[in-house]
């Protein structure tokens, strides 16, 4: 019967049995109220930005993107289309802006590096196309018909 409850891997070069299966969770963190669950995950945003970015640029987008996204967040459960159970802050869960501002930061640093690591995919107004041989996919695009 444990061999229909465990799932076992074993080499054939003697290594010892390793059960496969995970174990349930043994903790919860339990915050007192909304208020100190809002302040951990905005120092812990905090946190991401400044071990992954650094950069007033990613400062300002993971900010500009928080307010915007809780404007429309607000905007869409005022209207009706979306509904919290318990609201603390204008019509929405306080700590909703946090997750928007990690979200901003995470996604804004896999975009710049995209554009690290593919520059060609980047188009430039002052890049010069014809030397590049590149003038014949740029009418392809600007007309949407592909050239075969």
């Known amino acids: 019967s444990s061999w229909h409850r465990w799932c076992f891997f074993s080499c054939s070069?003697?290594?010892?049995?390793v059960p496969?299966?995970?174990?349930?969770?043994?903790?919860?963190?339990?915050?007192?109220?909304?208020?100190?669950?809002?302040?951990?995950?905005?120092?812990?945003s905090l946190g991401l930005w400044w071990?992954?970015?650094?950069?007033?640029?990613?400062?300002?987008?993971?900010?500009?993107?928080?307010?915007?996204a809780t404007l429309i967040t607000q905007f869409l459960v005022y209207n009706g289309v979306y509904q919290y159970t318990s609201p603390d802050f204008l019509y929405i869960r306080s700590w909703l802006p946090c997750i928007f501002?990690?979200?901003g930061v995470t996604v804004g640093n896999?975009?710049?590096?995209?554009?690290i690591q593919m520059p060609?995919?980047?188009?430039?107004?002052?890049?010069n196309y014809a030397s590049k041989g590149m003038t014949h996919k740029l009418s392809e695009l600007?007309?949407?018909?592909?050239?075969s």
Do not use: M, Y
């Open 13 to 17: 070069c003697g290594w010892p049995a």
């Open 20 to 44: 496969l299966h995970r174990q349930p969770p043994r903790g919860k963190l339990d915050f007192a109220n909304n208020v100190q669950l809002s302040l951990t995950l905005a120092a812990l």
């Open 51 to 68: 071990t992954f970015d650094r950069s007033r640029s990613g400062l300002g987008l993971g900010i500009t993107i928080a307010f915007v």
């Open 101 to 103: 501002f990690s979200g």
């Open 110 to 115: 896999i975009g710049l590096s995209l554009t």
């Open 120 to 127: 060609s995919i980047v188009v430039s107004p002052r890049t």
């Open 142 to 147: 600007n007309r949407g018909t592909p050239k």
